[in-house]
């Protein structure tokens, strides 16, 4: 089986690592607000309520507001911004309570919980190789979280919590995805992250103790958004076995802002924990995209559809070029041949 081509590697490859980029500083701000006394429903207020304008500005170029609004499944969608604000309210108490290369790698165990979960709940089969490289890659969770000098058990817990409900969330899009557009998903789920944020902030407000304090969660906000935004043009011009091994740049990127602002360097474990769960995960990766002409399912976050939906491919199967030099039309019948959707 043919591979799907990349018809702008190097664009695509600036895209993906941008937004990677953005992303590992959105995350550094998370934590600088987070130890400075800002509440985690604060920061989810702040992510959502500021990429809002950006998810709007993606909706304004590609559907019209009564599609975008039009939805047959409002209860999946009210369970899924439950289950993903969840995973985002662990994500960012992590980071608040573990160095950030040490969350970081334990998030990555989001596609080993997804490997094993889509067996009961969405019937997938599984072969040997994936249970192994799930095996080994819980062998690296378990390794991060051994017992050492300073392991933050707490911390430990909050992350792989993380890490389980953003597979949940993921496979709750999988399904979803049946018969909604990607972008409906993320509006909905966004709405979700504000009204709840809404909701509990003034059971848990703290005043803003600085100006910097205020900034972070400027970035908090507008990084998040911007770092959507590229991620979403990334997927959309490249199969997503050549966008999501990007991801796993934020571990460097995370364990480099571990040394220069708080004099933390790793220990042994992490280290080598990482090192496991990462090829643990590239091998689901090629056996699941590349050797199977798979698209993958989750991003670093698995908080959104980072691949189109089936009804993403049956839209764009009408389109014409989007002005970006991609042609959807190709695209989806390309994507429908290649996942037998």
């Not at 994500?91 to 040490?102: I, N, R, V």
């Not at 919590?161 to 972008?183: D, P, Q």
């Not at 970035?219 to 911007?226: A, C, K, P, Q, R």
Request: charged fraction near 10%.
């Amino acid at each position: 089986m043919a591979e799907t081509q990349v018809k702008n590697p190097g664009q695509v490859f600036v895209f993906a690592l941008f937004s990677t980029v953005l992303f590992s500083f959105m995350n550094l701000a998370v934590k600088y607000a987070a130890e400075n006394g800002v509440h985690i429903t604060q920061i989810i207020l702040f992510r959502n309520l500021l990429a809002l304008p950006v998810i709007l500005l993606l909706i304004s170029r590609h559907m019209d507001s009564q599609t975008l609004l039009h939805t047959k499944r409002p209860f999946s969608h009210m369970m899924r911004g439950l289950v993903g604000v969840s995973a985002m309210a662990c994500f960012f108490l992590s980071f608040k309570l573990m160095p950030l290369g040490d969350a970081t790698a334990l998030h990555f165990a989001s596609p080993l919980i997804l490997t094993a979960l889509s067996v009961p709940f969405l019937k997938e089969h599984v072969g040997p190789w994936r249970w192994s490289a799930v095996g080994v890659g819980l062998i690296g969770v378990l390794i991060i979280a051994a017992p050492t000098g300073e392991t933050n058990y707490l911390g430990s817990f909050i992350a792989l919590m993380a890490a389980l409900l953003a597979a949940v969330a993921a496979i709750l899009v999988r399904k979803m995805g049946e018969t909604e557009n990607s972008l409906t998903i993320v509006f909905y789920f966004t709405l979700c992250g504000i009204i709840l944020s809404l909701v509990l902030c003034p059971f848990f407000w703290q005043p803003i103790a600085s100006v910097w304090v205020f900034y972070a969660l400027l970035m908090v906000g507008i990084l998040g958004g911007i770092a959507q935004y590229f991620l979403t043009k990334a997927y959309a011009q490249a199969p997503a076995a050549y966008v999501s091994v990007f991801s796993y740049a934020s571990i460097v990127f995370s364990i480099g802002f571990d040394i220069i602002f708080w004099a933390k360097f790793p220990l042994w474990n992490v280290w080598i924990g990482a090192t496991i769960i990462v090829g643990s995960g590239l091998l689901i990766l090629y056996r699941e995209v590349v050797h199977k002409g798979k698209q993958a399912r989750l991003s670093m976050y698995g908080l959104t559809p980072i691949r189109p939906t089936q009804a993403d491919m049956e839209q764009s199967a009408t389109r014409r070029d989007d002005g970006d030099g991609v042609n959807e039309t190709e695209n989806s019948e390309n994507l429908v041949k290649e996942n037998k959707l």
